[in-house]
């Protein structure tokens, strides 16, 4: 018997189970570059370490582009399955909150939101103080108010009297303007802070099942104005802000920041089963060549 016919398939099948194996792993190792006596050894370092930046770049753009771009983001915030969760959570907030006898204060306490609502009745509270003292100022509402009043006033005096002192009432009236005025820039921010803190505190009071009901008598269809609220936000706000957030550069960052040793292990866990499919098939193709090379 020719022992050939059963070592050269054995040895062709075995360097190609070698050559392969071999193939994959240089794939990643080594990881750095080597050098002997300052020359430098092919094939080092692997290639996906050689060409990690352009790998990371190639497939941060892959992704960013044709995989979560910023359709497909938006598309998927507004699908059907986001929208069946949030009516879910909807109902069933609204039905615990119903037959609840906390007031607002204990359910922000018991979601400890208190800080974050604390902070946002401040923000409101500034805007709002804000704002009507400039409105206030541009409106010259103090001269409007004074004017007003002494009008009403000479209405109801004798109008012999008022002839006899109204420079005096003239007088009287721009400086109390003034005065006001004053009165208003100085002090209406703080009284207008004091009373929207005074009605937050008031409200916090204020039993939450009681809350729940007035608002759907005022608002029956909130659930699904709070839905379109959102498509609108997400759409007009997020879709901004997607525009501005560079995802290619955060995939392309974070695929560099993986350690070498993390990537490899990364890769073969994902086509651990594809990768050893070619080692095989290297060692079957030995095999057929080992066959071929008998019959030449």
């Known amino acids: 018997m020719n022992l050939q016919i059963i070592t050269a398939p054995l040895i062709g099948g075995l360097i190609g189970l070698i050559t392969n194996s071999l193939a994959i792993k240089m794939?990643?190792?080594?990881?750095?570059?080597i050098k002997i006596a300052g020359i430098h050894i092919p094939f080092t370092p692997g290639l996906i370490p050689k060409e990690k930046a352009r790998i990371a770049h190639a497939i941060a753009q892959v992704i960013a582009s044709y995989i979560l771009d910023q359709d497909t983001i938006l598309v998927a915030l507004a699908s059907d399955k986001?929208?069946?969760?949030?009516?879910?959570?909807?109902?069933?907030y609204i039905y615990l909150w119903k037959s609840s006898e906390m007031t607002i204060g204990q359910i922000l306490n018991k979601y400890q939101m208190n800080e974050s609502v604390n902070n946002m009745e401040k923000r409101i509270s500034d805007s709002?103080?804000?704002?009507?003292?400039?409105q206030?100022?541009?409106?010259?509402l103090a001269r409007k108010l004074i004017i007003f009043a002494f009008s009403s006033f000479k209405d109801n005096i004798n109008p012999l009297v008022y002839k006899m002192g109204k420079k005096a009432l003239n007088s009287a009236q721009e400086a109390m303007i003034i005065q006001v005025d004053a009165l208003i820039m100085e002090?209406?921010?703080?009284?207008?802070?004091?009373?929207?803190?005074?009605?937050y505190v008031k409200g916090l009071d204020y039993p939450i099942a009681e809350v729940i009901l007035n608002m759907e008598q005022h608002y029956p269809n909130l659930k699904n104005l709070l839905w379109?609220?959102?498509?609108?936000l997400i759409q007009n706000k997020f879709g901004k802000f997607l525009s501005t957030l560079n995802v290619q550069q955060?995939?392309?960052?974070?695929?560099?920041?993986y350690d070498l040793k993390e990537l490899e292990n990364m890769i073969m866990e994902i086509s651990r089963k594809e990768l050893n499919a070619l080692v095989w098939l290297g060692g079957l193709l030995g095999v057929i060549m080992g066959f071929i090379n008998l019959l030449f």
């Open 27 to 33: 794939l990643f190792r080594p990881y750095k570059e």
């Open 82 to 92: 986001i929208k069946e969760a949030y009516e879910r959570k909807y109902d069933e």
């Open 128 to 134: 709002i103080s804000n704002y009507l003292i400039e």
């Open 136 to 140: 206030c100022k541009e409106e010259e």
């Open 187 to 199: 002090h209406g921010k703080e009284y207008i802070e004091q009373y929207l803190d005074q009605t």
């Open 228 to 232: 379109e609220k959102y498509l609108e």
């Open 250 to 257: 955060i995939i392309e960052n974070k695929i560099n920041d």
